[in-house]
């Protein structure tokens, strides 16, 4: 009998608590990732000048490139593939890369109509002219593929 | 003198064994390490070893192949993730060696060297606390591990905030450095390495005075100067067992050679020795950072020295001090921008034989302990089987079981099986 009291009186304290990993999420809150922390890359468009630099350089392959010249083509990361070395900052000429602070690295995907669907998957690429258009219509279609496909195999 | 059997011998069941061995214990080979994944065959007398053998090369990577099909800048990020934590050594020796047969050599400013410096001790630091850590845990001590671990955070906040990632600083480039240390970065770190320096003098005094960590780990795999000498090994290791020999003295680079630091070797040549080498280890490697830092304020030069994208033909070998012992590295390069042919020799491999060497003669509750006294980064996945010669009975046991059971033996003085 002594015992199931003493239990009961963890259990109420507990109760009272509230959850034990509440101190955790405070302290994530407290403590955000360094300021110069390295995930993944996002091209900025109005500088980036279509060198290919940073698909040349890159160690995992995870930059695509499709252009005809300056104004006409498109760079697109594919985010699973990247291992965040920041290389491609690095050896960028014109600072068009930008790492951001805090990936979204849980999003998921609905649809693959849109183009902004498309960036949460691929991260942020530089996109322009015809060219751009037609190789995303080409990516989007093939990601809409796997996507039916990966349904069809849950059912 | 004994006969000398070779070791590196194939072996499968046993049979190949030594004539007065009535069990055999086979530990391994799934280590998805750098190029060391090991598979140890170990030969009983009862409780004693009579022999121990390794079979090695289950788990090949190719990471020397994937080199020769990309560029030298691509490399310098493919490199690091030959070791899962001694990255920024095979970095920096991978530096050097394309700023050596670039020709850029001699244009690297002193900051930029301070700065690769700086990343290769933090490195240190960190690999040798969560060594020791490991080392507690395998001998029974929990605390210890959890202590150091919790303390090994420090040194894992200072370096993800002057390279941007906790293990992958990957700070260097062939020709200087990525980025800068600045002043408000170097203040901010000072007390916190003031703090890890008390931290880690406590878990000296912790393995210098507890009966509970000494007395398992004193006399336990002696491994002699004599057999030292004959069995090779380098880094910690060999430090350990009397061989006052560090790459950083003995040939330096970068600027080792003008900093003030202490070679630390000890005598004995147990595991306890071999812990107590890094520890020190990691307080000298502690006051280095503090030093790095102080210089960093009265230095200036570029960081980054253009390298061309083609490196011209040549070859060309370098050599550090790995956390773990020396690590070689050896690259030819043939005019274009990618490398003919790149070898790397990482420590471990020259620790093999000296470990085998400390098994012969010990108790098989020792063995924990030994097989971690050479850091040789074992993955969650070890198993162990034990066979029992006469009746054939296989047991299989992952490496929790193995050390709960290894402990129980020493403390309670139980036979193992």
């Known amino acids: ?63 695509g490139m499709d252009k005809e010249n300056k104004d006409n083509g498109m760079i697109w990361i594919l985010r699973p593939q990247c291992m965040w ?27 693959f109509n849109v183009r902004q669907d498309y960036d949460m998957l691929v991260a942020k690429g530089s996109y322009k002219g015809d060219t751009a258009d037609k190789k995303l ?19 | 003198m004994t006969e000398y059997r070779s070791r590196f011998r194939t072996l499968t069941d046993g049979s190949d064994g030594p ?60 490199i690091p993730r030959a070791c899962g934590i001694c990255s920024a050594v095979h970095q920096n020796v991978y530096v050097r060696v394309v700023d050596r047969l670039a020709g850029v050599e ?127 090994p380098n880094g910690p290791t060999a430090r350990a067992s009397g061989l006052p020999f560090d790459v950083r003295k003995s040939t330096p680079y970068e600027l080792y050679d003008k900093i003030d630091w202490n070679l630390v070797c000890y005598p004995e040549g147990d595991v306890l020795a071999t812990t107590l080498v890094r520890v020190d280890e990691t307080l000298e490697s502690l006051q280095m950072c ?17 390298v061309k994208q083609r490196i011209p033909e040549g070859t060309y070998m370098a050599r550090a001090e790995a956390p773990r012992g020396e690590d070689v590295h050896y690259a030819i390069a043939n005019g274009t921008d990618k490398p003919d042919r790149y070898k790397i020799r990482a420590p471990s491999l020259g620790n093999i034989d000296a470990t085998l060497k400390r098994m012969d003669g010990e108790y098989i509750a020792d063995m924990p302990v030994i097989l971690r006294s050479y850091d040789p980064c074992f993955s969650c996945t070890n198993r162990v089987m034990l066979i029992n010669e006469n009746t054939g009975e296989k047991m299989i046991l992952n490496q929790d079981e193995f050390a709960r059971k290894a402990i129980k033996a020493k403390k309670y003085n139980r036979p193992f099986f």
């Open chain 2, 106 to 232: 001699d244009q690297i400013s002193e900051r930029a060297r301070l700065i690769r410096m700086f990343s290769c001790e933090a490195e240190r630091i960190h690999s040798h606390i969560l060594w020791y850590g490991i080392l507690a845990h395998d001998a029974g001590f929990d605390t210890l591990l959890h202590i150091s671990w919790r303390d090994r955070e420090i040194i894992m906040d200072i370096v993800e905030k002057l390279s941007g990632n906790r293990v992958n600083p990957a700070l260097m480039l062939p020709g200087g450095v990525k980025r800068d240390i600045p002043k408000e970065k170097a203040d901010w770190a000072r007390p916190l390495l003031d703090e890890l320096i008390k931290k880690v003098q406590y878990h000296r005094k912790v393995f210098v005075e507890e009966a509970s960590i000494t007395n398992r780990l004193k006399d336990v795999g002696v491994l002699t100067k004599d057999e030292a000498k004959k069995t090779t």
């Open chain 2, 19 to 78: 004539e007065d061995a009535d069990h055999h214990i086979f530990i391994g080979p799934q280590h998805p390490w750098c190029e060391e994944p090991a598979h140890f065959i170990i030969h009983l007398k009862g409780e004693r070893v009579v022999e121990a053998d390794i079979r090695i090369g289950f788990n090949l990577r190719g990471i020397e192949k994937a080199m020769e099909n990309r560029t030298w800048r691509q490399n310098t990020m493919l």
């Open chain 1, 137 to 155: 219509q080409e990516l989007i279609e093939e990601g809409g593929k796997k996507i039916k496909e990966i349904e069809e195999f849950r059912g």
């Open chain 2, 290 to 306: 503090k030093q790095i830092l102080d210089q960093l304020e009265s230095t200036q030069g570029e960081l980054l020295v253009r």
């Open chain 1, 85 to 111: 070395c920041g290389h491609c900052q690095t050896y960028c000429p014109k600072d068009a890369i930008h790492i951001d602070r805090e990936p979204s690295l849980s999003n998921s995907l609905f649809s």
């Open chain 1, 1 to 63: 009998m002594k015992k199931v009291l003493v239990m009961g009186g963890e259990a109420l304290k507990n109760q009272a608590k509230g959850p034990v990993t509440k101190h955790v999420l405070k302290r994530i809150a407290e403590n955000p990732p360094p300021e110069d922390i390295r995930t993944i890359p996002a091209i900025i468009e109005d500088r980036c000048i279509m060198c290919g630099t940073c698909v040349n350089v890159c160690p995992s392959h995870c930059l």
